[in-house]
């Protein structure tokens, strides 16, 4: 017997992002046809979980858009890339003139270019959106970040707003707003998962220095986390990271962290941050040298043969701990802060080349909460985007310009602190790299245009007037003079 169409919305996928998101639906009194491609999945979750009056399970596509009033809102959780064009093609045909498709996975932002057009050409409405909060912000209220076709908003705001995550003085501000046309909200959500990478590679590395510098045990690291989650650093990944130290190995009598191998996976969306910001020449480094953190980390079977062969600083550190432990907090505070500026500009510059009109101000308090770099610290930035909305880089911000002035020394000293005792911290070097650059009137670079134009005449700009030269570099030189002469 065909379904009735009593729901107002549909989801496809019965992952566990997939379950949670409809019962996140169904709470709010919304009535949600589901659908999984193995039916007794469906059957399992309408039988558990999902056995209550607004969950309609579904085992067919067919009956899924039979059940659903029009306009038609359907959501696709499935994996990204080429099952989300098979479940397009699929879908199409049973749908109608203004039905709405979203794809709510971590998906490619040029391939949600590409689906809107295709799907607004067969009469469709297609919206690709960022989901951020894992499993628990999925159930409980997640960060929504959606673009697309804008036709759409409207008969989805009201839904999507009501399963968000809330902030603000009375917690009625819901993490999810229009981000803009095609595919812009999923650009939004990878550059929040490149920050991602880069605050949890600045929080290990801070990790690192405290114990193998300082020699702090894990119930001081607690500590030490717990104190930090209560002033300027306060964030969902400070928090779990202070949990994380109290957590005991039921296998043994440690603590579990010390039992998990230093092998990091990684899913691809820090990846790609990394290489557009490549495409479009913006320097986000931190994200990069977090990529390239984790690839090394699972390089375990040959650094521990290099680990027998190659040396380093042998010399203790004597240091004042609860100096450096402050030292080491500036330090993560400016790299954070370095960190989300270059997320910022690569934003821009996306924006830029694709003519999205990006909100910056929105979309800090989008990820204010519900997403996994939810922090206190998002507040600033919305209020930098507020006083200057052509803001061209957030460590110009007054407030930020103060922080990072206040931070350099302890920065400094981390980082330099780190190079003498051999212990790793590229997301640190990084960002302190990145400041200076950005701070340089001058740098190296008329050097390097110089080799450019002496082996490839690739041409070079002067300082003292305008135009394009190149020069036979051979025929203008000079004698090399002996060192120590003029």
């Known amino acids: 017997m065909a379904k009735q169409a009593t729901c107002d919305f549909g989801l496809i996928g019965?992952?566990?992002?997939?379950e949670n998101l409809a019962l996140n639906v169904a709470s709010r009194g919304v009535p949600i046809a589901v659908y999984n491609r193995t039916a007794s999945v469906t059957d399992a979750f309408t039988a558990g979980r999902g056995k209550q009056p607004h969950v309609v399970g579904c085992?067919?596509?067919?009956?899924?858009?039979?059940?659903?009033?029009?306009?038609?809102?359907?959501m696709m959780m499935v994996k990204a890339g080429p099952a989300v064009d098979d479940l397009i093609r699929t879908l199409t045909p049973l749908l109608s003139k203004g039905d709405i498709l979203i794809d709510g996975g971590n998906t490619y932002p040029a391939d949600t270019e590409r689906r809107t057009k295709e799907v607004e050409a067969s009469g469709l409405l297609y919206v690709g959106m960022g989901v951020s909060g894992g499993e628990e912000g999925a159930l409980k209220g997640p960060s929504l970040m959606p673009s697309g076709s804008p036709a759409a908003w409207p008969a989805l705001k009201p839904i999507l707003q009501a399963i968000a995550a809330k902030v603000g003085p009375n917690a009625d501000i819901p993490c999810c707003e229009w981000i803009g046309p095609r595919g812009a909200g999923h650009y939004v959500?990878?550059?929040?998962n490149g920050i991602e990478y880069g605050d949890m590679q600045l929080i290990c590395e801070a990790y690192w220095l405290l114990r193998q510098v300082a020699g702090l045990g894990n119930d001081e690291l607690a500590a030490v986390f717990a104190d930090w989650n209560r002033g300027e650093l306060d964030s969902y990944l400070i928090e779990i990271t202070r949990d994380i130290f109290t957590a005991r190995d039921p296998e043994s009598a440690g603590f579990l962290v010390d039992s998990i191998l230093d092998a990091a996976g990684a899913k691809g969306t820090g990846k790609w941050m990394s290489q557009l910001a490549l495409d479009l020449g913006v320097p986000s480094t931190l994200v990069t040298e977090a990529v390239y953190a984790r690839s090394l980390s699972a390089m375990k079977d040959a650094r521990t043969r290099a680990s027998g062969k190659l040396?380093?600083?042998?010399?203790?550190w004597s240091g004042d701990t609860q100096a450096f432990v402050e030292d080491v907090r500036q330090a993560l505070y400016a790299s954070?802060?370095?960190s989300y500026a270059q997320g910022f500009v690569q934003l821009a510059a996306a924006a830029k080349e694709h003519d999205w009109p990006l909100d910056y101000r929105s979309i800090a308090m989008l990820w204010r909460?519900?997403?996994i770099i939810r922090a206190q610290f998002l507040e600033r930035i919305a209020e930098a985007?507020?006083?200057?909305k052509a803001l061209e880089n957030l460590m110009l911000a007054p407030y930020f310009q103060q922080a990072l002035a206040k931070a350099q020394t302890g920065w400094r000293h981390v980082v330099a602190t780190a190079a003498a005792q051999g212990v790793p911290t590229p997301a640190f070097m990084a960002a302190l790299a990145y400041y200076d650059g950005y701070r340089s009137a001058r740098l190296p670079a008329n050097l390097l245009q110089a080799q450019r134009d002496y082996f490839g005449s690739h041409t070079y700009q002067r300082t003292d007037r305008p135009g394009t030269f190149h020069s036979e570099w051979l025929d203008l030189r000079r004698p090399?003079?002996?060192?120590?002469?003029?």
């Open 14 to 18: 019965l992952a566990v992002m997939g």
């Open 59 to 74: 085992h067919s596509l067919e009956d899924l858009v039979a059940a659903l009033k029009p306009p038609r809102k359907v």
């Open 189 to 192: 959500k990878m550059v929040h």
């Open 311 to 316: 040396v380093g600083p042998t010399a203790a």
């Open 336 to 338: 954070k802060i370095a």
């Open 369 to 371: 909460g519900g997403c």
């Open 385 to 388: 985007f507020t006083a200057d």
């Open 480 to 486: 090399v003079p002996a060192r120590g002469k003029a």
